[in-house]
């Protein structure tokens, strides 16, 4: 039996021991009313790169309080956005526009992670989070939409689709984490624990280079928020129930999919997309060129024309 399952139990045991802090006010995620202060002013002026009309919705739910912005026509196909780990919705700024133009669309922060959704109750199960999720759609009366998630989102559109009754139809992931394989290697990913144990601007500049074919196309707003989010804030020892799925779990996903990753993604490889195709029965895959894990940003315009194209 191979031993990675072990290592990514450690490393993220390391994550998450190295991020849990002593919470001293009303707030899951962080330990100061002024670390959220600094962190949300940082996430309102990277919401100023859409450059698009929107607006945002706090809806209170059983679990806390869900972030929602809501962008394009009332009229327009319903399209859900879920972000990457600790990306918050911000990430989404090099595409909003594209997907906007047509569609309704509700992009939504996830409850366990630094962004405008408040955590209340403990870290949820997964049985939870796909409680918390239907809780949203249904609170829109979303059906039959579409959903295009990266990362950690991408491993939470997988589990709302295999479950029996949900009210999805399309699903774009972006190099879903954790979805279809392990990380095959932990050293790929070490620049993001030492960044989590020991922040700094240097060790962060490593990281987004281990990510990205194409750090300098970040926009230095988001580039800040997203540091922000990595040295106040813990999430990542909630990735130790993140497994990849079985065979028979993704053989019960009959919805049309479209799987996109980096041709230098650290958390994907061929591999992904090979399970993708022989147990995903109606999955469509492409690598895009010259992009990492952060292939949204990488390759903004052939990543959104691939996905309008798909769920269009």
Not at 51 to 78: L, S, V
Not at 203 to 223: A, D, G, N
Request: aromatic share 12%; glycine share 4%; charged share 25%.
């Amino acid at each position: 039996m191979s031993n990675f399952p072990l290592k990514f139990i450690v490393l993220f045991l390391l994550l998450g021991c190295a991020s849990a802090k002593k919470v001293n006010f009303d707030d899951y995620i962080f330990k100061t009313k002024k670390e959220k202060s600094t962190y949300i002013t940082s996430y309102n002026n990277s919401l100023k790169l859409w450059g698009i009309p929107y607006q945002e919705e706090n809806i209170k739910t059983r679990y806390g309080t869900a972030h929602i912005i809501i962008t394009g026509p009332e009229n327009g196909k319903k399209l859900v956005l879920l972000h990457g780990m600790d990306a918050s919705s911000t990430m989404w700024y090099p595409n909003i526009k594209a997907f906007s133009k047509k569609h309704r669309v509700y992009t939504i922060d996830f409850l366990m992670e630094p962004n405008k959704s408040t955590l209340t109750s403990k870290s949820l199960s997964k049985e939870e989070i796909v409680i918390w999720y239907n809780d949203i759609f249904n609170y829109y009366k979303l059906k039959d939409f579409d959903i295009v998630a990266a990362s950690r989102g991408g491993w939470i559109a997988t589990l709302l689709a295999t479950q029996k009754y949900n009210s999805i139809n399309k699903i774009v992931l972006l190099s879903p984490a954790q979805t279809f394989e392990f990380i095959d290697d932990v050293r790929k990913t070490s620049s993001a624990l030492l960044l989590k144990l020991f922040p700094s601007e240097g060790k962060f500049k490593k990281t987004l280079k281990t990510f990205s074919t194409h750090p300098e196309k970040i926009e230095p707003i988001y580039k800040k928020q997203f540091y922000l989010a990595n040295k106040y804030a813990k999430s990542n020892s909630d990735m130790l129930q993140m497994l990849p799925f079985s065979d028979e779990e993704l053989k019960s996903i009959n919805n049309p999919v479209l799987v996109l990753i980096g041709d230098t993604d650290i958390i994907n490889s061929e591999k992904s997309l090979e399970r993708a195709q022989k147990y995903l029965v109606n999955s469509k895959t492409q690598i895009i060129k010259d992009a990492g894990h952060f292939l949204s940003m990488d390759q903004s315009k052939v990543v959104n024309e691939a996905i309008l194209s798909f769920i269009e």
